[in-house]
């Protein structure tokens, strides 16, 4: 039998980073993992590499272009006759990016001498792991600690079960060899609203199901407000408040049965993406037959530092409490990595960036107004909407606005809100700011290149204290 002082079970965001932190701190270190890709070929990376964030982005920015170039353009003065959109030549573009990177995974673990287990991972107990590979072996291996990082899956819906065709989960809508005319997307989160967006600027009618009856509810309501409605004006039939009740397949349709309030109504489209949540991916990893402690919803329960009950073992990303996102997995696995090599990793919660790619993007970091105002906390908020800021309207994208959310006695900045162009990398000022414990005063006395978009984000602090310049 094998042993190393690590044991990571998974090849994610969270398992690779921790497995390579892990070498880097000396440790000698294993990373099980079983993903195949489409060719039957294994590849490290997890679905945030293979089958979510790079692919989805990939196609976001590939459906951007083309939606500029056709509606955008013309306004510069660039007109472009014959347009012609071919899918093969995006997907092969797509899957292009995601081989560049994966076999870049695969590149560091051969510069750290990292030993990849492929195959599937279970807990055995004693820090035991049984490797199960694709053609049916198994090895055992020992690691001194371990470190649980399986990721998780799509939940499927009762009555709309995946098929794979006309009924996907976001793996499926990523793959579509053509453009639906008419896509149905049951919820109205990121995953939803992002390919939702792919879809509709490839040219397909899409109606987004929002079983809540505000679109992006955890999102400051004022981001909320204007994600409708920008999402709205651009052609996304959003619906809020409605629940699917039936769905019923031909050959030709699927018909989905639609309730809210103004009643029942048939719906009838050609797919269907399934985009309501994921489940951590604990089954079959044997964790009760480990004694491994999960909770009522199948997450694996850890302390802050990402200990379990069980001496030695650590469990992060999504198959923990928080958010699942893929940079907070790769966080928690510096922090654990860090841990066992004795050193003292941490993750600050708080002020961990949250981003959603359609087009204007929303970011934000922080507490919203409605988390503050049901704690009755005493804030001040500064906005200054994108109208105001000349590198915006040079661009031809002056929509969205930057919120600055702000302790009314100390200045502290509680939280930061974007949406607009670029607001993913936007927010990362914020993030340093609030990391550092910085004031909305330290960001309205930092020069600010002009003209820049950065620019919104301090007339933004400006205007907390009631002294913005350009509005």
Not at 226 to 236: D, I, P
Not at 353 to 361: A, R
Not at 442 to 456: G, K, N, Q, Y
């Amino acid at each position: 039998m094998d042993s190393f002082d690590v044991v990571v079970i998974g090849g994610g965001p969270g398992g690779y980073v921790a497995a390579i932190r892990c070498a880097q701190l000396g440790l000698k270190t294993a990373c099980a993992d079983d993903w195949r890709n489409e060719d039957g070929k294994p590849a490290l990376g997890g679905a945030c590499l293979n089958v979510g964030c790079i692919p989805s982005k990939a196609l976001l920015d590939s459906s951007h272009h083309y939606e500029h170039l056709q509606h955008q353009l013309p306004a510069h003065g660039i007109t472009v006759q014959g347009v012609q959109l071919d899918i093969g030549v995006m997907q092969a573009r797509k899957q292009k990016v995601v081989r560049t990177l994966t076999g870049g995974i695969e590149a560091l673990f051969l510069k750290h001498k990292i030993t990849w287990l492929r195959g599937r991972g279970r807990l055995l107990g004693e820090r035991q792991v049984e490797v199960r590979g694709h053609d049916g072996a198994t090895q055992v291996v020992q690691g001194k600690h371990l470190i649980i990082a399986t990721g998780s899956s799509p939940v499927p819906l009762a009555h709309a079960p995946f098929d794979g065709e006309r009924i996907v989960d976001s793996t499926g809508a990523l793959g579509f060899s053509e453009v639906p005319k008419r896509l149905a997307v049951i919820g109205g989160g990121v995953v939803g609203l992002e390919l939702g967006s792919v879809w509709r600027r490839l040219g397909a009618e899409v109606v987004v199901l929002n079983r809540g009856k505000t679109l992006l509810s955890k999102v400051d309501e004022d981001l909320s407000k204007e994600a409708y409605r920008q999402l709205s004006v651009q052609g996304m039939d959003i619906r809020l408040g409605a629940q699917l009740t039936k769905l019923t397949l031909n050959k030709k349709q699927v018909s989905l049965q639609i309730h809210d309030d103004q009643g029942d109504e048939i719906l009838k489209v050609d797919r269907v993406l399934v985009a309501t949540g994921r489940a951590p991916n604990t089954v079959g990893l044997n964790a009760e037959g480990a004694g491994l402690n999960l909770d009522k919803r199948g997450f694996i329960m850890v302390d802050e530092h990402c200990r379990t009950q069980l001496p030695g073992v650590y469990a992060i990303g999504d198959v923990v409490r928080g958010p699942m996102l893929a940079h907070k997995a790769s966080e928690e696995g510096v922090m654990v990595a860090e841990h066992i090599a004795g050193q003292a990793g941490h993750v600050n919660y708080a002020t961990i960036p949250w981003v959603i790619y359609t087009w204007p993007e929303i970011a934000w970091v922080g507490k919203t107004t409605q988390q503050l105002r049901d704690a009755n906390s005493d804030f001040r908020s500064g906005v200054f909407p994108f109208m105001g800021n000349g590198r915006a309207h040079a661009m031809g994208d002056a929509g969205g606005l930057v919120k600055i959310l702000s302790d009314a006695k100390t200045d502290r900045v509680l939280g930061v809100h974007i949406i607009g162009p670029l607001a993913s990398e936007l927010i990362s000022e914020a993030v340093t700011v609030m990391e550092f414990g910085g004031a909305a005063e330290d960001i309205a006395r930092t020069v600010h290149a002009h003209p820049t978009l950065s620019e919104a984000m301090h007339e933004a602090a400006l205007a907390v204290a009631g002294r913005a310049l350009h509005r």
